[in-house]
């Protein structure tokens, strides 16, 4: 049976990647999160101290970008890939509040977006991937066989985060989370380079409404379909 290409596109906080990972588990596919090489870039450049508050030194991330090396391995224990940066596992520290209110600013780099973009159309070359980020359908992989454009209220996505944000132990408060899905999506939409849109031929899912499991259930029966067609 033919292995395809699929793009699960969205805002942030919207269950995307629970639902990339669930669906690539189901279909035997490789799943790959492209928020967290962003992600990971931003955490680099913590650390690397080349940030002042909100504004990134970009002369110096250019020069550092040929030491950052992103890669998965899949964790047994979760059944998910975990993300590492330099062979270091980052899963956990790139899921905080300070890289989540730095992260759009590093996506919206063209030189962190252009590295970024060739190390995924490698990653998933061969077919048979399920990869989840903002431009996969539009800029990665604009034939991708499946596309899915996945939205639900910034309030029920606020929520959720911080939900996620407290179950780790993470004092958070709901109000800002709720800010910085707002500002995510309006930097993340209006951004030059690769903006945050939804590719014409992809079928969208509003989620506000659904449980985990019922966008689940949706989902493979989307992705059967359209293998079943190729
Ligand atoms: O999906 P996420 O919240 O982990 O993504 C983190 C940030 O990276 C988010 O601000 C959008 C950006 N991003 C992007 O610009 N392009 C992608 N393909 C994936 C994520």
Sequence with gaps: MKKITIAIDGHSSCGKSTMAKDLARELGYVYIDTGAMYRA?????IEAD???EQDVDTEKLKAEMQNIHITFQFN??????????NNVRVEDRIRTMEVSSKVSLIAAIDFVRSA??????EMGQ?????MDGRDIGTTVFPNAELK????????VRA???????TGKGEECNYEEILENVIERDRIDSTRAVSPLRQADDAIVLDNSNLTIEEQKDWLIRQAKD?????
């Design 41 to 45: 870039v931003t955490l680099y450049a």
């Design 50 to 52: 080349l940030f002042q």
């Design 76 to 85: 047994p224990e979760t059944g998910r890939p975990d993300t590492y940066l």
């Design 116 to 121: 970024m973009v060739a190390q995924q159309q």
């Design 126 to 130: 061969g077919g048979g991937v399920v």
């Design 148 to 155: 899915i454009f996945v939205t639900a209220s910034a309030e």
């Design 159 to 165: 929520e959720r985060r911080y939900k996620e944000l």
């Design 226 to 230: 359209r293998i079943g067609e190729e």
